[in-house]
Structure formats: C-alpha cells, structure tokens
C-alpha cells in the first residue's frame, strides 16, 4: 500500500473542507477521482473520516501545546498537517507514532516548508509525550 500518497489525499481533503468549506461527500470524492487502488482510498477515506469525527478533541490537543499561537492562525496546510498526525498518534494503535509524525513531516516539506516542518516536528513530539505519559 501507498501510505505516503493516501495521507497526501487525506490532507488535500481536509485542506478542502477547512479552508474550501466542503462537504464530506464533496471532499472524499475527490479521493475516488484520484486514485483507483482501493487500499489507498480506504487507508486514505479512514484517516479522513477519523480526524473529521474527532476534530474537536484534536484541535484541543494541538492548541494545548501552542504558546504563542491559536489554531486558527496557523497556516490551513499546517494545521490539518497537525490534525491528521494528533488523529494517528491517539487513534492508530498499528502505526507507530514515530511513523505519523515522520510522514507528516515529510507532507510539510512538499506542501508547506523547511520552516513549518521544524514548527510541526516540535509541537507533535510534544504531543507524543503527553500521549504517551498520559497511556
């Protein structure tokens, strides 16, 4: 499976429904519509729909561990960046964290920047630590 590139989908999806403001449906057929390997697309569609179903409790998280910033100012690729990775490290028992904030990380530097990707590598091991304090 393309685990990288269904993690791009997720977060081009999320970006979509931040920033684009649209629906689900709208957002995960775009999915379908860029890629025909049904594992990607499921792999691709659970992210979505688990970061999408726990958002609330994700931007808690994230905005816990930012000190000079609110969520909403960050920049959308970022912050859904951070979503999508806070979603695996409390919520994908079979990917280690170590995984999820190496491939967020990596998504920063193609979508985002050299400079975003320390910001995001900082406040998710932050995260990590508190996660694994916490379990």
């Known amino acids: 499976?393309?685990?990288r590139y269904a993690r791009e989908l997720a977060?081009?999806?999320l970006?979509?429904?931040?920033v684009g403001k649209s629906s689900s449906e709208k957002a995960m057929e775009y999915i379908s519509e860029q890629c025909d390997e049904q594992n990607v697309i499921d792999f691709s569609a659970s992210l979505v729909q688990g970061t999408v179903e726990n958002m609330s409790k994700i931007d808690n998280i994230i905005s816990a561990h930012l000190t000079s910033w609110k969520l909403n100012s960050i920049a959308a690729v970022d912050r859904n960046l951070m979503r999508l990775a806070t979603y695996?490290?409390?919520y994908c028992e079979d990917i280690p964290s170590s995984v999820s904030i190496n491939e967020?990380?990596?998504?920063?530097?193609?979508f985002s920047g050299e400079k975003s990707s320390k910001f995001i590598n900082g406040?998710?091991?932050a995260i990590k630590k508190d996660f694994?304090?916490?379990n």
């Open 1 to 3: 499976m393309r685990r």
């Open 11 to 13: 977060l081009q999806v």
């Open 132 to 134: 694994e304090v916490e």
């Open 123 to 125: 406040i998710l091991d």
């Open 104 to 110: 967020a990380l990596e998504l920063a530097k193609i």
């Open 15 to 18: 970006y979509q429904m931040d």
């Open 88 to 90: 695996e490290l409390y």
